[in-house]
């Protein structure tokens, strides 16, 4: 029989446990989690409806998926799917999990818990919720195939170190020696690692909105642009997608995209620096064209615009130019369409800080890539020791990717023990 300590009962612990436990019933599996239960950031995932995983579709260039699990799986097919491809969805990782998500991908994952009574939903935007809308129901049914598994529990219990020599000191001082040691303890955690010489990656933030110092913006919080390109001045950082402005700054995909890929380089600069918005994600040429499409009506800036940018919000734009918007499109002259050509598709805000996007955020940091052999995830430095989730050095956007690389991580040790 082997014995196997899984620290951190959380998405990626637990469904190792699981799955450890239904592959080798007769081995002795213990769960420590270090808070009074388990699983209470997964209860709490996608606003307590547990965005589960993603179709892919978007990053596999397939048609949209949905509303139900697709039963043809080919054109989301994540074998064929190239690393710099997934690096839009996993600006840390991309490459490890191309390789794990071949093998244990968002399809597998639905089926893994299809088979134990779980019935999901595509949603439009491709995210993959449970038909309950229910983080509960994930949360219970790996409960009870850890119960059915025989997966020992202890709860309260933290992990304090793990030697080199694969011993594991918990709270209260008592030292285990088990066969193998899963490491799933989540972000900002890995210093738990001190003293076995392996290489951690620095944790920071991401997932976050940015504030912005210009108040003219902020005053028109609510307003939501469709389409638009933010980029970080002097970067090669951007990102495109709906843009939402808030009371504190710039909030929505887009945002969040742009801060998940910047995560790292916002944090060196203290979460400062410029922001550019290209408001109609539009090349210099289409907007000029229709500009003057719009120039030849004989009405006013104000009643005449972009139908993607509000009354408001062109008004203000319009403004930044230096227009106002009570006169005639045919009186702004090369001068005037120039400035309003460049608002349009290079403006530029100061960022002044960062806030957190409802409570939720990710580390991006973690155990460096280095350390694992990507097949097993085994470390390569203490034999026995295995990661899975947020701890590795694998962070994602929004839209069920995080949790679609707890599965998979946890999945791949599962089967590697
Ligand atoms: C509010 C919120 C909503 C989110 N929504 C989504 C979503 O809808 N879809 C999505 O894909 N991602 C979402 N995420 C991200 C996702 O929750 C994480 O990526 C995922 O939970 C990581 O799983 P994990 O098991 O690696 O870590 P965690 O879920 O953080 O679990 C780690 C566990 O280890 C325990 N632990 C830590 N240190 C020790 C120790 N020393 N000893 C013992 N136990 C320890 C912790 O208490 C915790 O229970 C959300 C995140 C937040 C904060």
Not at 263 to 278: F, M, Q
Request: charged share 20%; hydrophobic share 40%; glycine share 12%.
């Amino acid at each position: 029989m082997r014995e196997v300590v899984i620290i951190g009962g959380g998405a990626a612990g637990c469904f190792c446990a699981a799955e450890v436990s239904s592959l080798h019933p007769d081995w002795r599996v213990t769960v420590l989690e270090a808070g009074p239960r388990l699983m209470a950031k997964l209860a709490v995932t996608g606003g307590g409806r547990c965005n589960i995983t993603n179709s892919f579709a978007d990053v596999c260039g397939a048609p949209p998926c949905g509303p139900s699990v697709p039963s043809d799986r080919s054109a989301t097919d994540l074998r064929r799917l190239s690393a710099s491809a997934l690096t839009t969805v996993y600006p840390r990782g991309a490459t490890l999990l191309r390789q794990l998500l071949a093998r244990f991908g968002q399809w597998d994952c639905t089926d893994w818990f299809g088979a134990r009574g779980v019935a999901f939903t595509v949603q439009q935007d491709q995210c993959v919720f449970p038909v309950s809308q229910d983080a509960m129901q994930i949360v219970r049914t790996l409960e009870r195939a850890m119960r059915d598994g025989g997966v020992k529990v202890l709860c309260g219990c933290k992990a304090e170190a793990i030697g080199p020599d694969l011993s594991l000191r918990i709270s209260g001082s008592a030292v285990l020696r088990p066969d193998a040691i899963v490491l799933a303890t989540g972000g900002g955690t890995a210093r738990l690692l001190a003293g076995t010489g392996i290489e951690l990656v620095p944790d920071v933030p991401s997932l976050f909105t940015l504030k912005i110092a210009e108040e003219g913006l902020r005053s028109l919080m609510g307003t939501v642009v469709e389409n638009v390109a933010l980029g970080l001045a002097g970067t090669r950082f951007h990102a495109t997608g709906t843009l939402l402005l808030t009371d504190w700054g710039v909030s929505g995909p887009a945002t969040l995209r742009l801060s998940s890929y910047a995560a790292r380089h916002l944090a060196e600069c203290g979460w400062k620096g410029t922001l550019l918005v290209n408001w109609l994600n539009a090349t210099e040429a289409s907007v000029r064209e229709r500009l003057a499409e719009m120039s030849g009506s004989g009405r006013t800036v104000a009643n005449s615009h972009p139908a993607e940018l509000s009354d408001r919000l062109w008004k203000y734009l319009a403004g930044r130019a230096g227009i106002a918007p009570e006169r005639r499109w045919a009186e702004l002259g090369s001068k005037g369409l120039s400035r309003l050509v460049n608002v349009l598709i290079s403006d530029s805000y100061e960022i002044c800080g960062r806030a957190r996007f409802k409570e939720e955020f990710v580390t991006c940091g973690g155990v460096s890539l280095k350390e694992i052999h990507p097949d097993t995830l085994e470390s390569r430095k203490i034999p026995g020791l295995y990661f899975a989730g947020e701890v590795l050095d694998v962070d994602a956007v929004t839209g069920g990717y995080n949790l679609q690389a707890a599965w998979s991580t946890a999945w791949t040790v599962a089967h590697s023990l």
